[in-house]
């Protein structure tokens, strides 16, 4: 035992060290992406890479292959629930998968996907889809060519969207995915049908940046945003960035006349926040201390920013202090404002899109990289498919690729099997907030009071603190009782959305 | 050769790589100091020292001592001041040195400066001189161990020095010093019973920040600094950061009603900045493009902040946009604010302290510092010691700590040899300037016209392209003639001080 504890504590020692190279990278590209001087970009690509491969050198050396394997049946891993039962099991896990990967096509990848995304930002802004195509194409023989190595039960699709939601199955995500789309469809029509329309110039007036971010900061420190572990900053393509156990960095971007870009970005990234400062800094970098899978991570955000941020009591604690904030709301109603926040409308662009038709979004993603990957639709046919699928589902077409099947930089930086976690967030976080409200009783009550620690505790216990040591259906399970579940969220949005469109509940 | 050729190329690459990691530590430091979060402090602390020991690892491998070994008798070592012949004669002498200290020293400083520079913050805004006292001896029991693994010839301080101002000697620098500070006695003391004063409450009227970042970034520009490839950030405590080819990163610290702090601290970075933007990109952590001596850079930063900018052509040149920038000059006469701005009064605060007694407040570090690391002064004696030197020198005793002994960084981050670099800068830069006018002409009639690229493009030139070809004392003998020399410095001072407060040239 004693033997094996040394191992596990070499073991921990190792990938803590590969966890700092890594929290330093982490920095490296939140600087690029927010405050880097332009100029710097070629040697922060050479300082990146370097780091890469020292971080990659150090997960994969025989040295961490032979702890794992001797510590696989020790007594240290027989609960795989235990702090060190979970590192052995997850390690493991993620030790075979990345050694399986020929170092040719990891090298091959990386770049490849440097040409596709320097490709689809050219294609993106000339609007010349045949210019990615031939990228596209490598993209996805490479991501093929990877699921093979890898090996899967089902389909390839499994074995990358592990890396994004690991232990789901595509078949279980499609499901739900499917099941959420056909009871979404008509809810947006019953919304369409409804001719009701919040007043959106409200959203749209005069809101000074200094303001804005005074009151993005307030409210992201009152849900529990810690600004002593962590900060505030401006980028084109708002994101999050736990970059050491007390430094995790969100960031947002104003417009001063469009009230909700900043705010509700900053929400949704302190809501990411949230999670990566519950996680035990104790276990910074090993399982027990990371976050369990992207949709979890999803949940986390979506829940701050459209539960508690676009809910009528919210607004009822807030609205006060925003008029005072801003001259230019003059005397208009709270509830004009909470309707406005709230408006539902097919739109062609994911990132700007409603809680309610996003989704939609996400499942056309979903299913097209599906069939681009198998090969049932060939890269040269999505344009078409896309248009199609938009029409289908949102009624609405694109004038152009640029707004249709080129808008997400996903796909070029070979992020195949990511888009799902999207609408699992959505679902996972109606799932928790229902048991936290059977849980903690009304939360909307608290939330008009502006409290709330209840919640956030009770995110903290529930989901943050698990870290790691279960799998994320597991997790879903000990907390809610079910794993995947899209009921919650048709049920969140039909009431949500009946008093202000006079729709059904 | 061809051989020659390779082992040359397998060096520049292995040096490369740990610049690339040493670039990296910058930018960890430089975010400790401006933005990070206080609560990352721990974590930052064990990132560091891990980096630090890779980059020791790299600089001091088997490989690095082979391939110097087998490049010595090489022809590319031939001529000590080629590119090659440069790289290979300063790492060898690096190497030699680096190799002396354990790795175990190396790490464990570097974590002992990380924990010092954060009690010594906390120290100096609490005047808490005790807290920070076990901190300063571990520093100093560890800059002993250090300098007794490297060896010396005259003193322990040697070995530290020769980090800073490679090549000098603690005895040579000592004696330029205490000539310096023999001639400067005097002057302080006529400046003194002249009875002239400078209206001083100019300078403390209503600046607003804003106005005062504006300003200071227009001038930092003007004289040649390139924003594209570096930024201007606010600390306590103001410093350049050179942290790659294209990305320099200067500090600054606003105070609304104190003109000079912030702007010329702005232009003394600025300055440094200039040197580090002036370096050879293409051979980037190598030698020829790395900065000679910290003496050499200081008297980049120290000419464009005094001889340049308290200069009065330069503020004919931009008086009257300042004016327009701050309402609350007023009608105050351009003389009375260029005079207000060379006020010499002895004072508490070095980094706020004039040109003359400047040097005075390095000549007291210089010696405590020495008088510290020997050991014949106990660290428990430093307040009191540092009162009775600032009482003889400067006629002056501070309140507290905070503003006495505990009002530098250096000690803290281990920075010991480095004071004297700042008075070897000012003597330098005055030296140099002397040159740069034979060479180019009346710079003054320049900076009237708010022409500064002439003298920039001679520094380029003769102290920015050359590297570290040649050694400091050998490049200024190219350039000026002479190495060490303070008389230039001292006519310097009483040249611009003889019209100012009416005493002898």
Chains 1, 2 share one sequence.
């Not at 970005?265 to 809501?271: K, P, Y």
């Amino acid at each position: 035992m004693t033997d094996y504890q040394q191992q596990y504590d070499s073991l921990c020692h190792e990938i803590g060290e590969a966890a700092k190279l890594d929290s330093i990278q982490q920095l490296l590209e939140w600087d690029e992406r927010t405050i880097m001087p332009p100029k710097a970009g070629a040697y922060r690509a050479e300082q990146v890479s370097l780091l890469a491969g020292l971080i990659h050198e150090r997960r994969t050396s025989p040295l961490v292959g032979e702890l794992l394997e001797s510590l696989a049946d020790s007594p240290l891993a027989a609960d795989p629930h235990s702090d060190a039962g979970a590192t052995i099991r997850v390690l493991s896990r993620d030790y075979r998968r990345d050694s399986k990967l020929p170092q040719a096509l990891v090298v091959e990848l990386s770049k490849a996907k440097v040409l596709a995304q320097q490709t689809w930002v050219q294609a993106r802004s000339g609007n010349n889809f045949p210019l990615f195509r031939p990228q596209l194409d490598n993209i996805l023989r490479l991501m093929r060519e990877m699921a093979d190595a890898i090996g899967y039960a089902e389909s390839r699709y499994d074995a990358l969207l592990d890396y994004f939601e690991p232990e789901a199955k595509t078949s279980e995500v499609a499901a739900a995915l499917s099941a959420l789309k056909d009871d979404l469809a008509p809810l947006v029509a019953e919304i369409a049908q409804s001719g009701r329309h919040p007043k959106m110039d409200i959203l749209k007036r005069d809101y000074p940046i200094a303001a804005q971010e005074e009151f993005g900061k307030r409210v992201a420190k009152d849900i529990g945003f810690d600004f002593e572990a962590g900060r505030l900053d401006v980028t084109h393509h708002p994101f999050c960035c736990g970059m050491g156990p007390h430094d995790c960095r969100i960031t947002t971007r104003y417009d001063q006349n469009f009230f909700p870009s900043a705010f509700y970005s900053t929400l949704h990234e302190a809501g990411h926040g949230l999670y990566d400062q519950g996680l035990r800094s104790d276990q910074f970098g090993l399982p027990p201390g990371n976050y369990v899978s992207l949709g979890v991570h999803e949940s986390q955000s979506r829940m701050w920013e459209n539960m508690v941020g676009r809910s009528y009591p919210f607004w009822r604690h807030y609205y006060p202090e925003l008029k005072k904030l801003f001259p230019s709301l003059g005397d208009t109603p709270m509830g004009d404002f909470h309707f406005a926040v709230n408006d539902v409308q097919p739109s062609l662009i994911r990132v700007e899109a409603d809680e309610a038709t996003y989704n939609l979004h996400i499942i056309i993603r979903f299913e097209l990289e599906q069939a681009l990957l198998s090969g049932d639709l060939p890269v040269a046919d999505l344009p078409g498919a896309w248009n199609e699928k938009y029409q289908q589902l949102l009624g609405i077409t694109s004038d152009d690729d640029a707004d249709g099947c080129l808008q997400d930089v996903h796909w070029s930086a070979g992020l195949i099997g990511y888009f799902p976690t999207y609408s699992l967030g959505n679902m996972y976080a109606a799932q928790l907030f229902d048991q936290a409200t059977i849980d903690l009783g009304d939360l909307a009550e608290m939330f008009g009071r502006g409290e709330f620690m209840p919640l956030l505790s009770w995110l903290r216990e529930k989901v943050h603190q698990p870290g790691s040591r279960y799998t994320a259906p597991q997790l879903m399970q000990n907390i809610c009782g079910e794993s995947i579940d899209h009921r919650p969220l048709l049920k969140y949005l039909r009431t949500k959305y009946a008093p202000l469109y006079g729709i059904g509940h």
